[in-house]
């Protein structure tokens, strides 16, 4: 298994630019997450997905998009990158059940500037 | 709503001392979920612990042992005779039964152990 995977591992990018950040995981979780990390202030989550087409904001959705059309696959969209984003960003995934909770698997991370 | 404290930014110990990281969080729920997670100068986060509300059981892991107390809202994490490869940074996390899987993270405490 290759566990929770994130393309690109470095990404400059110049204020109103674009770019679609990757995350799949091979473990057939139901949730996946978003969280983005930011020096003292740990990490923070952006947006979670419960299962294929459910998504939802967490903490700091402004400024990023979602979308899940598969189990295996959560990308992150930046429509319009603005140098607040830069930061190092986090998938991660879970199992989902009832009584929540579930350990969450990160992937190794996605260092994005903003210039 | 849930917060995770951290109130120790940076430790700094010599090799084979023993070593306390802090963590105290507030929740509102009666079930929740208690984690620690590593970051080691690699950048990647790995899973150390699990806990739920209802076990306050310490728990032991080789050199690390981890003390709940509910009557404290304190989850604390000892390393015994530490090594160089301890040197991390550490996350203590919460999760709430009625959110799912979402995770509050707290700052982090950074350690560093020197030969």
């Known amino acids: 298994n290759a566990g929770v995977t994130q393309t690109p591992k470095f990404q400059v990018l110049k204020t109103g630019q674009s770019m679609t950040l990757q995350c799949a995981q091979d473990m057939n979780h139901e949730y996946m997450s978003w969280y983005r990390q930011d020096p003292g202030m740990g990490l923070r989550l952006i947006h979670y997905?419960?299962?294929?087409?459910?998504?939802d904001q967490g903490e700091v959705p402004n400024g990023y998009n979602v979308s899940r059309s598969t189990t295996e696959d959560f990308p992150l969209r930046l429509l319009s990158a603005a140098p607040s984003q830069t930061s190092v960003y986090f998938c991660?995934?879970?199992?989902?059940?009832?009584?929540?909770?579930?350990?969450?698997?990160f992937g190794p991370g996605t260092r994005l500037l903003v210039l | 709503a849930q917060k995770v404290t951290q109130a120790q930014t940076e430790i700094s110990v010599v090799e084979k001392e023993d070593v306390t990281l802090d963590c105290v969080y507030e929740?509102?729920?009666?079930?929740?979920?208690l984690f620690w997670y590593k970051q080691p100068p690699s950048g990647e986060l790995v899973f150390l612990i699990r806990r739920n509300s209802f076990d306050e059981q310490n728990e032991i892991s080789g050199r690390y042992s981890w003390n709940f107390q509910k009557s404290t809202s304190s989850f604390n994490f000892t390393i015994t005779a530490s090594q160089v490869v301890d040197s991390a940074v550490y996350f203590c996390?919460?999760?709430?039964?009625?959110?799912?899987?979402?995770?509050?993270f707290g700052g982090g405490t950074r350690l560093m152990v020197k030969p």
């Open positions: 929740t509102r729920d009666t079930t929740y979920y």
């Open positions: 997905s419960v299962g294929a087409g459910i998504t």
């Open positions: 991660a995934s879970s199992y989902l059940t009832s009584g929540g909770g579930e350990t969450q698997y």
């Open positions: 996390a919460l999760s709430e039964a009625n959110a799912g899987n979402m995770l509050t």
